[in-house]
């Protein structure tokens, strides 16, 4: 391809691209629309995975110890040895003490109770959160130990969280997908449509397809290039200010938002991909018609 070509070509698509403004503007609106769908229940899937793999590497459950149980070396090996455990750490009673008064210093009518009213117990860091439940009932089983104190919920409410974004994500981006493709196509098929005729002459003196072609490639191009920047940007707004928010709410400080400088290279290359993707594929659909008469 010629620099003069090239010249060409852009300054065809770019031509192209305004001759059709409100069909234009629509679909690069449409294409902005769909990547920020896209891109925000990506996010959210990827923040609950995230969510879900610092919950498994803090979360702690508790197996209790029966009373005047005295191997707890062994009790420890029997625990170590279960599937999904990835650790696990004696607490005495009087450590439990100690824990308890530093984490409540307020609670002023508590600080002369006895450890023994406490039980020995051991603290268990689990792999997969997946299998909580199966873990729970694993260590419970084992002799020796009383109860078990595990946060089923908050594991089982992130995980479902995490398998409903990931499954919404992945129909979005199917649908969402197809959508852009099929008006951009057809807002280049109204353009190919206009220059019927130009493209029939162009045929008869020789022209090749390639030649007709690139100047739709790049018009398409440009649209999708386009919508895909826009969406960035709005994208990378929307998260900043969700991530502020949540930050700043009380009901809300358990949920650790993934900084955005740690995550626009990979979205922003999705954005691009995907935009560039869309144009480029609508114009060879549309075009691809008018190259067979």
């Given at each position: 391809?010629?620099?003069?070509?090239f010249g060409?070509?852009?300054?065809?698509?770019?031509?192209?691209?305004f001759?059709?403004?409100?069909?234009?503007f629509?679909?690069?609106?449409?294409?902005?629309?769909?990547?920020?769908?896209m891109?925000?229940?990506?996010?959210?899937?990827v923040?609950?995975?995230?969510?879900?793999?610092?919950?498994?590497?803090?979360?702690?459950m508790l197996?209790?110890?029966?009373?005047?149980?005295e191997?707890t070396?062994?009790?420890?090996?029997?625990?170590?040895?279960?599937?999904?455990v990835?650790?696990?750490?004696?607490?005495?009673?009087?450590?439990?003490?100690?824990?308890?008064?530093?984490?409540?210093?307020?609670?002023?009518?508590?600080?002369?109770?006895?450890p023994e009213?406490?039980?020995?117990?051991?603290?268990?860091?689990?792999?997969?959160?997946?299998?909580?439940?199966?873990?729970?009932?694993?260590?419970k089983?084992?002799?020796?130990?009383?109860d078990v104190?595990a946060a089923?919920?908050?594991?089982?409410?992130?995980?479902?969280?995490r398998n409903?974004?990931?499954?919404?994500?992945?129909?979005l981006?199917?649908?969402?997908?197809?959508?852009?493709?099929f008006i951009?196509?057809?807002?280049?098929r109204?353009?190919?449509f206009?220059?019927?005729e130009?493209?029939?002459i162009?045929?008869?003196?020789?022209?090749t397809?390639?030649?007709?072609?690139?100047?739709?490639?790049?018009?398409?191009?440009?649209?999708?290039?386009?919508?895909?920047?826009?969406?960035?940007?709005?994208?990378?707004?929307l998260?900043?200010?969700?991530?502020?928010?949540?930050?700043?709410?009380?009901?809300l400080?358990?949920?650790?938002?993934?900084?955005?400088?740690?995550?626009w290279?990979?979205?922003?290359?999705s954005f691009?991909?995907?935009?560039?993707?869309i144009?480029v594929?609508?114009?060879?659909s549309a075009i691809?018609?008018?190259?067979?008469?």
């Open positions: 391809m010629s620099k003069h070509n060409y070509f852009i300054h065809e698509g770019v031509s192209n691209m001759s059709h403004g409100f069909m234009s629509a679909a690069i609106g449409i294409t902005v629309a769909c990547l920020l769908i891109g925000t229940f990506t996010l959210v899937a923040n609950a995975n995230g969510l879900l793999k610092d919950l498994e590497r803090e979360n702690e197996a209790f110890v029966e009373e005047d149980f191997d070396t062994g009790l420890q090996k029997k625990l170590e040895a279960i599937p999904n990835a650790s696990v750490t004696f607490i005495s009673r009087q450590q439990a003490m100690e824990k308890f008064l530093e984490d409540y210093p307020e609670e002023e009518m508590f600080r002369d109770l006895d009213i406490l039980r020995d117990r051991f603290s268990l860091k689990i792999l997969n959160l997946e299998q909580i439940s199966q873990t729970k009932a694993a260590v089983a084992v002799d020796g130990i009383a104190n089923e919920e908050v594991a089982g409410g992130f995980i479902t969280l409903v974004a990931t499954v919404v994500c992945v129909a981006i199917a649908i969402l997908f197809l959508v852009s493709v951009i196509s057809n807002t280049i109204l353009t190919t206009d220059r019927r130009e493209i029939a162009m045929r008869m003196v020789g022209a397809n390639g030649f007709i072609r690139w100047p739709f490639v790049y018009e398409g191009f440009l649209m999708g290039f386009l919508g895909a920047s826009i969406a960035f940007l709005m994208e990378w707004g998260y900043e200010a969700v991530a502020r928010g949540v930050s700043t709410s009380d009901a400080q358990l949920i650790d938002v993934i900084p955005f400088k740690e995550l290279v990979p979205v922003a290359g691009a991909g995907a935009g560039i993707f144009g594929g609508g114009s060879l691809r018609k008018y190259l067979q008469v």
